[in-house]
């Protein structure tokens, strides 16, 4: 399979706990982004890379989630001291963007999301 | 600032049926859209996008939506609804930057399909 995994697909914790997602990108994109769902709400972006380097975080994304991409290829989202209002689907997505292509476009693979149930 | 707005929350229609699922925009600049598609426990996939060549895009599984800017409407059409077009539809615009970097997509609340026999 050579699209976005994430991992787990389904986390159930209690509040207080600390939390962590992995997403895999499709291996020769250099973004990587990080988005939240809610109930009946659209996609919310949280923050992206640009190969290692977190190039923008949005004001969703409180100091109790963390992101990062070691390396350059997969990413982890942690969020730390959870809270009821963190239950979510966290979605990850790719794409691949430089000079010579299709500019405007930006595309996007999205995973199938991790879901986080806070108790 | 960007924004999207989905018309419907939900949409019903019978199979055969022509699908329509309106979305309005508003962009300082010139805009990207695009449409995705959400089935359960399944990621969101690409439909069709717009990024200022044709106003009239194809996507997808016989999908296509008309850029109108005039009414910044970008509402997606589909002739004849099948079973398997039920689920969950997101309305994304993204704004060109003259400086590059990334255009955040902002999504609509999303109109979910239903498809009756």
């Known amino acids: 399979d050579t699209g976005v995994s994430q991992d787990p697909r389904h986390k159930i914790t209690k509040r207080g706990q600390n939390v962590t997602f992995r997403c895999d990108p499709i291996?020769?994109?250099?973004?990587l982004y990080w988005y939240r769902q809610t109930l009946g709400q659209g996609p919310e972006f949280l923050t992206y890379?640009?190969?290692?380097?977190?190039?923008?975080k949005s004001r969703l994304l409180s100091d109790r989630f963390s992101a990062e991409r070691p390396k350059g290829s997969f990413s982890t989202l942690e969020i730390q001291r959870t809270e009821q209002g963190d239950s979510a689907m966290y979605l990850c997505?790719?794409?691949?963007?430089?000079?010579?292509?299709?500019?405007?476009?930006?595309?996007?693979?999205f995973g199938a999301g991790s879901r986080l149930t806070v108790l | 600032a960007q924004s999207v707005t989905q018309l419907d929350s939900h949409v019903s229609v019978s199979e055969g049926t022509p699908v329509l699922l309106r979305c309005n925009y508003s962009s300082s600049y010139s805009p990207s859209l695009f449409w995705y598609v959400q089935h359960p426990n399944k990621g969101l996939q690409l439909l069709l996008k717009?990024?200022?060549?044709?106003?009239l895009v194809k996507g997808i599984n016989g999908f296509e939506a008309e850029f109108k800017k005039s009414e910044t409407s970008f509402h997606l059409t589909k002739p004849s609804a099948h079973m398997s077009d039920a689920a969950e539809y997101f309305c994304v615009v993204s704004e060109r930057m003259f400086s590059g970097g990334y255009n955040k997509l902002i999504f609509g609340a999303g109109t979910r399909l239903a498809v009756h026999p």
């Open positions: 291996s020769e994109h250099n973004r």
């Open positions: 890379f640009q190969n290692e380097a977190q190039l923008e």
């Open positions: 717009y990024t200022s060549a044709a106003t």
């Open positions: 997505a790719s794409s691949l963007v430089g000079r010579g292509l299709t500019s405007g476009a930006n595309v996007l693979t």
